[in-house]
């Protein structure tokens, strides 16, 4: 970020309700999909199935050698191991700002633990806090910031069986709508088979379809040429300009049949010149006098 913090920054989003709640929809059903979380970099190998619900049993943990025991029995010691030996020095001036490591991000764990069960002491939170990348949070206060951390979804979670009925009170299932939250029920998909290829392939599809149509080919229209370059067009057009051009050509030439022809007739017309144009002027001057226009004070002379 350019320059220091501002007051009058747009520090907050409007967003419509219930398109918050279909988010966070997204990101719960995505947790329950192997290939989404092992693609947010999570290690999963040893698993045993997801979503990965414990008993309420687990709600009693108050050590955290208890706690690391069951992630390590529910095979999420790689996962931790991998987040173990990410922390590193964060580069840049942020280490000098409260923030000196960065670390990935370990499993998520989700409890329904009310609060008067958190204030006698039977609360994860403690057991948990210590781990090196887990994370804690109550099913009533889930957000996307926690079950898709950078925008990414699938984050590798662990659920309490108290958690998972609260899931289906909160965000309802596609028999019924939700209970908590009024008005709301989960987005339903448009296609009940996404296989687009597959659709399209089967023989319902193909035997309706209408025949492949070959492209029409279309002939090269004829290129137009330029007729003062191109001799043959201007023959096509005019048979005579060629002559005029071979005629014009060899009027340069000298002592050529052509340029004799020329001197002939700009001769001719010399002696013409020499011998009518005396006449003719005075045939012109004549005329002028014949027929000229007395002034105005002449004609109104006259009239009188």
Not at 95 to 103: D, G, L, T
Not at 203 to 229: G, W
Not at 259 to 276: G, I, P, T, V, Y
Request: charged fraction near 30%.
């Amino acid at each position: 970020m350019f320059n220091p913090t501002k007051t009058w920054r747009r520090w907050h989003r409007k967003t419509n309700v219930t398109q918050k709640r279909h988010a966070l929809a997204a990101a719960i059903s995505a947790t329950g999909v192997p290939a989404l979380v092992m693609a947010r970099g999570h290690q999963i190998d040893s698993v045993p199935e997801l979503p990965l619900v414990v008993s309420d049993a687990a709600n009693k943990i108050e050590k955290t050698k208890d706690a690391v025991a069951l992630l390590c029995g529910l095979g999420i010691d790689a996962d931790l191991e991998k987040v173990k030996e990410s922390k590193k020095i964060r580069a840049g001036r942020g280490k000098a700002r409260n923030r000196r490591y960065v670390m990935r991000k370990g499993p998520l764990i989700v409890h329904n633990l009310d609060k008067e069960t958190e204030s006698a002491g039977a609360s994860l939170a403690k057991s948990f806090r210590n781990i090196p990348g887990v994370d804690i949070c109550h099913v009533d206060r889930l957000n996307l910031l926690q079950l898709a951390p950078g925008g990414a979804f699938g984050r590798l979670v662990v659920y309490t069986e108290g958690a998972v009925k609260r899931l289906a009170q909160l965000y309802g299932t596609y028999k019924g709508g939700s209970v908590l939250k009024k008005g709301y029920t989960l987005p339903r998909s448009v296609m009940t088979n996404t296989d687009i290829s597959r659709i399209i392939n089967s023989n319902e599809i193909q035997s309706v379809l209408c025949a492949k149509k070959e492209p029409k080919v279309v002939k090269a229209s004829r290129q137009r040429k330029n007729p003062l370059k191109n001799a043959s067009v201007l023959g096509r057009l005019s048979p005579w300009a060629l002559t005029v051009k071979k005629l014009g050509a060899k009027a340069h030439v000298r002592g050529s049949a052509v340029q004799k022809m020329l001197e002939k007739k700009s001769k001719r017309n010399a002696d013409a010149a020499k011998k009518w144009g005396n006449k003719s002027r005075e045939f012109y001057k004549q005329l002028q006098s014949a027929y000229a226009v007395a002034p105005k004070e002449e004609q109104v002379e006259e009239e009188e």
